[in-house]
């Protein structure tokens, strides 16, 4: 089993200012599942942590990345094909590609639930049997 990364959470945990810090820093030490990013959430989140963290919080995480702390998740042809539909189908929500690579992660693995502080987008989302994903860290 897995539990697969939203750029939020990542986010939140690494920077010890964001006011979600202590519940995702919390939920990614308590897991004892496989923690997977996505590819397309590195990008975000150096963008998001270089912005508004340093570049020594982006070099640490990226030696965890490297020390095996978390698993990525390629996005390769099928899944970027299955990213763009999920975007079609869903036309009427803003949901960019990192949100919808981490849906069709979920998926492909067989998670029925996403590390995420994004409600409006992951709520509105349903897997291809209808059912939403459950979503962590509970809000408080």
Known sequence: MALVLDTGVLYAALDTD???HDRCARLLEASEEQLVIPSPVLVELDYWVRKYASADVWLAFCEDVHSGAYALFPLDAPLLLASAELQARYADLPLGV???????TCETLGEHKVATLDRRDFT????RDGKTLGLLPDVE
Do not use: G, I, Q, Y
């Open 124 to 127: 509105a989302l349903k897997t």
């Open 98 to 104: 990192v949100d919808a690579a981490v849906f069709v």
């Open 18 to 20: 964001d006011p979600d």
